[in-house]
T-cell receptor
Framework: AQKITQTQPGMFVQEKEAVTLDCTYDTSDQSYGLFWYKQPSSGEMIFLIYQGSYDEQNATEGRYSLNFQKARKSANLVISASQLGDSAMYFCAMPGDTGFQKLVFGTGTRLLVSP | DTGVSQNPRHKITKRGQNVTFRCDPISEHNRLYWYRQTLGQGPEFLTYFQNEAQLEKSRLLSDRFSAERPKGSFSTLEIQRTEQGDSAMYLC??????????????FGPGTRLTVL
């Protein structure tokens, strides 16, 4: 079964600096994808970025980029030029056994951005 | 383009009561999902609809839980005879199934249930 591991319960970063949030995964599928979501204190899960296992280039969306290392089964999220509004929980996720109909999430990393 | 909406946002109930939550997906999305999130954890999948058909249910979805999507648009999640262990955030998501592998789920703000 698919499994997502996020080993950093909390991370601190100063405003305008870059930060990397770790995610490792376990799957026997040959074709899969990795998602990152942001969850502010309001509770809504906000989609940030997606990377497919066969995508050759690392995905980027504005200040978010995904450092995808397939051999190491890691899909770390890099946030450049952190902003105060980036303070939130961040979850890594991937499709479960039945494909994209079910996402399996990690336990999340709480990011705190300080002025 | 409105996002996924959920009502109510908060619900406090006494143990043993029934509760019902509603989710309105993004209008053109044909897939709808329910997840449950407890404190300190990531969301856990409960069930999924493609149009009006409920195609998958998690083992987490006990007999006290029932979900419907009668016309393939909004969905309801009912919990009967609530227990304190049902206290959680209930998240709804929707997606548009595409021919390719990417099927991004967009989430609503959630309904926070507290069972006293």
């Amino acid at each position: 079964a698919q499994k997502i591991t996020q080993t950093q319960p909390g991370m601190f970063v100063q405003e305008k600096e870059a930060v990397t949030l770790d995610c490792t995964y376990d799957t026997s599928d040959q074709s899969y994808g990795l998602f990152w979501y942001k969850q502010p204190s309001s509770g809504e899960m906000i989609f940030l970025i997606y990377q497919g296992s066969y995508d050759e280039q690392n995905a980027t969306e504005g200040r978010y980029s995904l450092n995808f290392q397939k051999a190491r089964k890691s899909a770390n999220l890099v946030i450049s030029a952190s902003q105060l509004g980036d303070s939130a929980m961040y979850f890594c996720a991937m499709p479960g056994d039945t494909g994209f109909q079910k996402l399996v999430f990690g336990t999340g990393t709480r990011l705190l951005v300080s002025p | 383009d409105t996002g996924v909406s959920q009502n109510p946002r908060h619900k406090i109930t006494k143990r043993g009561q029934n509760v019902t939550f509603r989710c309105d997906p993004i209008s053109e999305h044909n897939r709808l999902y329910w997840y449950r999130q407890t404190l300190g954890q990531g969301p856990e999948f409960l069930t999924y609809f493609q149009n009006e058909a409920q195609l998958e249910k998690s083992r987490l979805l006990s007999d006290r839980f029932s979900a419907e999507r009668p016309k393939g648009s909004f969905s309801t999640l009912e919990i009967q005879r609530t227990e304190q262990g049902d206290s959680a955030m209930y998240l709804c998501a929707s997606s548009l199934s595409l021919a390719g592998p990417t099927d991004t789920q967009y989430f609503g703000p959630g309904t926070r249930l507290t069972v006293l």
